[in-house]
């Protein structure tokens, strides 16, 4: 089992930033992979990044543009996600996941990942 914990979300205007956190506990964090999604009331939630097990590869939804930056840090057991030049149309639930993977891997679907952290608002005022 794994347990994850967020923090760091909260209420930014356009154009600003802000970083979340995803603390691991339990089974080794750096035998899973790591995804971030998020969910906008009345859709259905998306992908936004993901990061291989040893941080060496990463992969962003198109929307993004170079705007967020997945990392992790196996040492401290904690994967994050750095949001620059927020829109409003980035305001969601954030939620962390993690997969347990055997080699380089990363994944863009819900499905994969078994481990799921309780979601951060994040909203951006116009």
């Known amino acids: 089992q794994v347990q994850l914990v967020q923090s760091g979300g909260g209420l930014v205007q356009a154009g600003g930033s802000l970083r979340l956190s995803c603390a691991a506990s339990?089974?080794?964090?750096?035998?899973?992979?790591m995804g971030w999604f998020r969910q906008a009331p009345g859709k259905e939630r998306e992908f936004v990044a993901a990061i291989t097990r040893s941080g060496g590869m990463t992969y962003y939804a198109d929307f993004l543009k170079g705007r967020f930056t997945i990392s992790r840090d196996n040492a401290k057991g904690t994967g994050y996600l750095q949001m620059d030049s927020l829109k409003p149309e980035d305001t969601a639930v954030y939620y962390c996941a993690a997969a347990y993977v055997t080699g380089a891997y990363y994944y863009t679907r819900s499905q994969e990942y078994d481990y799921w952290g309780q979601g951060t608002q994040v909203t951006v005022s116009s």
């Open positions: 339990g089974r080794t964090f750096s035998s899973h992979a």
